[in-house]
């Protein structure tokens, strides 16, 4: 099965730190897909077309990384969601460790997953 990972930035442009990250991934997947994305309210010194065009002579031309390994895609539109305040300190770690103390967490996940949280620690 191959490994796919998905690389999303607005890369306005695309540096050495992005490579990098690029580089550690095709060590750990098999493909790495890197997403150009527009963020809304964001002043971009680069166009969406400027950037995926710099992007890829950045990666296929001056690196040389095969386009079997890296695959760069465009006109992705990012949201970043965030919980309600209430929920924004419930995490996963959170969670299981009440779990494992014996706590109620029925108010912090689903009736499902406490079942399946229980079958797991028993």
Do not use: C, W
Not at 3 to 12: E, Q, R, S, W
Not at 29 to 35: G, L, M, N, P, R
Not at 67 to 81: A, D, G, P, R, Y
Not at 91 to 113: A, H, Y
């Amino acid at each position: 099965m191959n490994k796919v990972a998905i690389y999303p930035g607005t890369f306005d442009p695309i540096t050495y730190g992005h490579i990098d990250v690029i580089k550690k991934g095709l060590k750990l997947f098999d493909k790495i897909i890197v997403a150009v994305s527009d963020v809304e309210n964001k002043n971009y010194l680069f166009n969406a077309v400027e950037r995926i065009q710099i992007v890829k002579k950045a990666i296929f031309s001056d690196l040389k990384l095969s386009k079997n390994k890296v695959t760069v895609i465009s006109f992705i539109e990012t949201l970043f969601l965030m919980s309600d305040v209430e929920n924004q300190i419930i995490s996963s770690r959170f969670v299981k460790e009440i779990v494992k103390l014996k706590g109620d967490i029925k108010k912090f996940t689903t009736k499902s997953t406490i079942k399946s949280l229980k079958e797991k620690y028993e």
